[in-house]
């Protein structure tokens, strides 16, 4: 057997150096590498021999004919898997602790096809307490199986030997490789358990699905590799204090990367939330000026939430930018257009920019309404409730053409909105009643129409 050797692992990308570094060469991160236990090199070898031994396949005599996916029946995270859990994925989970990981997934357990197996793996609670939590849940499937158990050797082989259509892993830090050392949530520990999961999915076609924790600034712990590794990456985001939970979709081999999912989490569990623009319009305050309704498309789904504006005299030599749910820069940028190009004076006033429900604006699209929102602010003047803008905005002030004019249009008539802003320049392939539709090309004219 090749001699044993400790090496020392980035924490955050899973660099190796034989000695400790103070910066990671790879990633950059500072006082990231970990020391790590014996490895041993003898499963290295052994695995390379066993693929000198396989043989070639033409792509030609793939066949996806058998290409199965399990729909949950959640129709919030089939729209974000991409229509279902494809057999054989390995599929990760992360999100805060207490944000409704472990909730979501048992869930599952209870809306997936009733003929189909089960397995849920836990390595942080007892059955008895995974019993209270099914119970209380309301989940009820005979054919869900439980294991409470930490060694991922023992974990596959029960895997191999039953073969169920779904397993569920709860969570990857807290499993363990017997041939490691190191403790389990280690990098090293998480990088080879995620491996012989995927190994055995592959092999078995056998869904796997892993909750993974995040560390204190938010990403997945343990090495970024494991990333690399699953299939698909998804996220929950959101306040623990506030009941509504988002899935997105990080990575996703089998599905757009753009479709989120929107649910509640009330005493009995996590509920879909089918219709976010109503949720997220809820509570609107009547005649407050510095408020405007953004258009956000995520994937293929139009969300309607508010963007909001205060624009109040500074006490300081440098007024404040702040901004969330919106990158700061985008911010700083509208404020200068808008005393450039539209004459509204910022220079002595803090500006706060917040996106309603915990949404995060990338679309260009929310050019127009933000700055409409910092505009009726600073002039203290109220935009309607029952009107919408969406455009992008150019440093010379113009009004650009966006993507799904149409999808966006035909949500806002549908909510009732009753006056519409657009670009000038986006052409509308269809006819659409019920609103005004006003066209602008820069953002004085958005300025005199409203304000």
Sequence with gaps: ????????????????????????????????????????????????????????????????????????????????????????????????????????????????????????????????QIKLRADRLGVNNEKLYLLSHNNISAITSVIAKNKPQIVIIDSIQTMSHEEVSSAPGSVTQVRECTMELMKTAKSTETAVLLIGHVNKEGALAGPKVLEHIVDAVLYFEGDRQSSYRILRAEKNRFGSTNEIGVFEMQSAGLCQVENPSQMLLDGRPDDAPG??????????????????????TSNYAMPKRTAIGIDHNKVSMLIAVLEKRAGVKLLTQDVYVNIIGGLRSEDPASDLPILLAIASSAKDKVISDTVIAMGEVGLAGEVRAVSNIDVRVSEAIRLGFKTILIPQNNKLSQKHEGAEILRVRNIREALALLL
């Design 1 to 128: 057997m090749a001699k044993a050797k400790k090496v020392f692992i980035c924490r955050e990308c899973g660099n190796e150096s034989a000695k400790w570094q103070g910066r990671c060469p790879d990633c950059g991160n500072w006082n990231t590498f970990e020391e790590v236990g014996e490895v041993e090199l003898a499963a290295v070898s052994k695995a390379a021999a066993a693929v000198a031994d396989g043989t070639l396949t033409l792509l030609s005599d793939c066949s996806t004919e058998d290409e199965h996916r399990y729909a949950t029946n959640i129709s919030e995270l089939d729209r974000v898997l991409g229509g279902g859990i494809v057999k054989g994925s390995l599929i990760l989970l992360g999100g805060e602790p207490g944000i409704g990981k472990s909730t979501l997934l048992l869930q599952i357990c209870s809306s997936l096809d009733k003929n189909l197996d089960i397995l849920y793996v836990s390595g942080e609670e007892s059955l008895r």
């Design 291 to 312: 408020i405007c309704t953004v258009c956000l498309m995520e994937g293929t789904r139009p969300i309607m939430t508010e963007a909001q504006a205060l624009a109040a």
